[in-house]
């Protein structure tokens, strides 16, 4: 069992920056791949970044704008957001999967996400 704790989320301005932290759970933290999704209002909840082992891989959209990181001694992951636009605006969620994948589907465990808000 793996819970995931979320924090970091607030308002920022259109060019400015946030870092989410996802706190987590159990002692098995490193044997899982890590994943960001957001889910905007009306929208369908969207991959942005993973990172496995010293894999990593974002999103078209964010890529270049985010960094995804880890840090296994604290059990947390972080997902560092640059250059935020309007269009980030969403309820950002990490997640853990066995799979090194970006379908949110196969995410075994959830946070119960975090609101990041880009104004213009």
């Known amino acids: 069992q793996v819970q995931l704790v979320e924090s970091g989320g607030g308002m920022v301005q259109a060019g400015g920056s946030l870092r989410l932290s996802c706190a987590a759970s159990?002692?098995?933290?490193?044997?899982?791949?890590m994943g960001w999704f957001r889910q905007a209002p009306g929208k369908e909840r969207e991959f942005v970044a993973i990172?496995?082992?010293?894999?990593?891989y974002y999103a078209g959209s964010v890529k270049g704008r985010f960094t995804i990181s880890r840090d296994n001694a604290k059990n947390t992951v972080y997902l560092q957001m640059n250059s935020l636009k309007p269009e980030d605006t969403a309820v950002y969620y990490c997640?853990?999967?066995?799979?090194?994948?970006?379908?949110?589907?196969?995410?075994?465990?959830w946070g119960q996400g975090t609101q990041v808000t880009v104004s213009s």
């Open positions: 159990g002692r098995t933290f490193g044997s899982y791949a």
């Open positions: 990172m496995s082992g010293a894999y990593t």
């Open positions: 997640a853990a999967s066995r799979a090194t994948t970006t379908r949110w589907y196969e995410y075994d465990y």
